[in-house]
């Protein structure tokens, strides 16, 4: 049995077992697509089968496609500094236990904020603003790594307010790719694969269909730091083969995806004990790209059941696009099918 033939059984047994409704996925090298595979229907129920051109709500990969993308060009036009203080952006945060928090610590997920806020989303992006702002710290910064959407969720906000438009149009004027974006066209949007609320979410009770999952995107109008953009496989597989070719030095890729600053932003983090990047994660042998992947490695994923990981060493990258979180399995057992799937295609 080849390793796709591998691949393909971890992602069927996963689909049986009802694990996620649908899957597609992509290895490629810097050069192409080497291999795809599609299974499943949109929902457990639907005769629909999914194809390359179904979307799907990316969830965190948004954090690195998107988020992290507008933060290296803003980088590279020296409008924001990796070391400018977050309280510089956000008039809330303030105090002598956040004030040295920089931009640099809320990509690498060492702020000191925690993931989630305690009580529901509010209804605004001031109110947002304040709440994450204000908040007490859960650890000293930099003194450990704990991952938190609320601190993209603030990089957004800065994002938005430093280029003077919205993350969207400044994603979309950076990748105009529109399979790859925050909102999709009205044909391919009702198309997409499905998820379902959160049981927390006033949205409960029924299907979302191109329609952010996550319920603070959702509060955000849908376009948030760390969640929102939705893609087709294809779509995910052209950025992960430009972000490999500018990791692995080629000079001929568009702005920002220049290779020192790529280089830059893919550096594992100084922070103790911490995989992250800077927006980005890091190959860890306990980590969801498996065992086979070489120390260069740095990928995301998504809590719908996404995930990208980029491997220069290896000229390759693999994508794993699936609607978990329509009525799937656990997170833990997408973390066990996606180190399956990154381990079959190890010698890929």
Known sequence: MTGTDEAHRVLADAHAARVFPSAVAEAGDGAGVIWQDVLGTRTFDAAEPVDRRTAYDLASLT?????????????????????????????????????????????EHASGLSARLVDAPPASRREFEHDIAVMPLEYVPRSRSIYSDLGFILLGFIVADRGDATLASQFESLWPDPMLQFALAPDVKRHAAPTEPLTEDTRRGRLLVGEVQDNYAAALGGVAGHAG???????????????????????????????????????????????????????????????????????????????????????????????????????????????????ALGDL
């Not at 690195?64 to 590279?76: E, F, G, K, R, S």
């Not at 020296?78 to 040295?100: K, M, Y």
């Not at 995910?236 to 083969?241: T, Y």
């Not at 990981?309 to 997170?331: E, H, K, M, Q, S």
Request: proline share 4%.
């Open 63 to 107: 954090k690195v496609i998107a988020t992290t993308t507008i933060l290296m060009h803003l980088v590279a036009e020296h409008v924001v500094a990796l070391d400018d203080r977050v309280g510089a952006f956000i008039p809330d945060w303030r105090g002598s236990d956040r004030e040295t928090v920089a931009i640099r610590d809320l990509l």
């Open 229 to 343: 953009i939705f893609g087709t496989v294809d779509a995910v597989g052209a950025f992960a083969r430009t972000t490999l070719r500018a990791a692995r030095g080629d000079v001929r890729q568009p702005a920002p995806f220049a290779p020192a600053l790529v280089a830059t932003f893919t550096t594992r983090s100084a922070v103790a004990g911490s995989s992250r990047a800077l927006g980005w994660d890091r190959m860890l042998p306990t980590s969801s790209c498996g065992e086979r992947m070489s120390t260069t490695a740095f990928g995301h994923v998504g809590f719908t059941g996404t995930s990208l990981w980029i491997d220069p060493a290896r000229d390759r990258y693999f994508v794993l696009l699936t609607n978990r979180a329509c009525g799937g399995g656990t997170i833990e057992d997408m973390r066990r099918v996606r180190r399956a799937f990154h381990d």
